[in-house]
């Protein structure tokens, strides 16, 4: 198993540009996330699902987009780049239901210059 | 709302010192708790995990952690650290079963000298 896949690794962009960060899983988990981690502020969640067609916002959802079509992949859509989305974005999923523990990416290290 | 706290964000320990690294969550009801760890440019790992059962719970490493409910902590401790430790160390914790978000600690930095 490959577990979670996060692509690109790095990436810098231009301010007003848009990309597309890529999360795919490949344990059948229902449940998938977006965090991103800034120095001293630990991780903080952007977007979640609970399963296919099903999204929802977390504490820092402003300028990212997410769409659930399948149960393996949960992209993320910076629609215009600012400098404040210079970060390290992670992607994370775990099954729903029971108790269970979330599994990473290897992240992905955005730049917005 | 829920939230982790980790006291300390930035500690600094020499060889085969021991390490405690506090953790408190605010939760009433029945809570899941982890430590992961983030080794320098990688991603997060879980360290070991805490669900129900014997609240002294034993990870990877020599790592382990206790679970006090009267005082909502989940400490991380190992008896003597390794140059390989150095990393990042964040608590998690999330309610018991469903679909439930775990809410992260901001992260404690540990950085251990040879």
């Known amino acids: 198993n490959a577990g979670v896949t996060q692509t690109p690794k790095f990436q810098v962009l231009k301010t007003g540009q848009s990309m597309t960060l890529q999360c795919a899983q490949d344990m059948n988990h229902e449940y998938m996330s977006w965090y991103r981690q800034d120095p001293g502020m630990g991780l903080r969640l952007i977007h979640y699902?609970?399963?296919?067609?099903?999204?929802d916002q977390g504490e820092v959802p402003n300028g990212y987009n997410v769409s659930r079509s399948t149960t393996e992949d949960f992209p993320l859509r910076l629609l215009s780049a600012a400098p404040s989305q210079t970060s390290v974005y992670f992607c994370a999923s775990r099954r729903v239901g029971g108790n269970t523990e979330a599994f990473f990416g290897q992240g992905t290290r955005l730049t917005v210059v | 709302a829920q939230s982790v706290s980790q006291h300390n964000h930035h500690v600094i320990l020499s060889e085969a010192a021991s390490l405690e690294l506090g953790c408190n969550y605010s939760?009433?009801?029945?809570?899941?708790l982890f430590w992961y760890v983030q080794y320098p440019g990688q991603h997060l790992q879980l360290l070991l995990k805490?669900?129900?059962?014997?609240?002294l719970v034993k990870g990877i490493k020599g790592f382990e952690a206790e679970f006090i409910k009267s005082k909502f902590s989940f400490n991380l401790r190992k008896p003597s650290v390794q140059w390989s430790d150095t990393a990042e160390y964040f608590c998690?914790?999330?309610?018991?079963?469903?679909?439930?978000?775990?809410?992260f600690g901001r992260g404690t930095s540990l950085i251990v000298h040879p």
């Open positions: 998690a914790a999330s309610p018991s079963g469903g679909s439930y978000i775990p809410t």
């Open positions: 939760y009433g009801g029945t809570v899941n």
């Open positions: 805490y669900f129900s059962g014997d609240p």
């Open positions: 699902s609970v399963g296919a067609g099903i999204t």
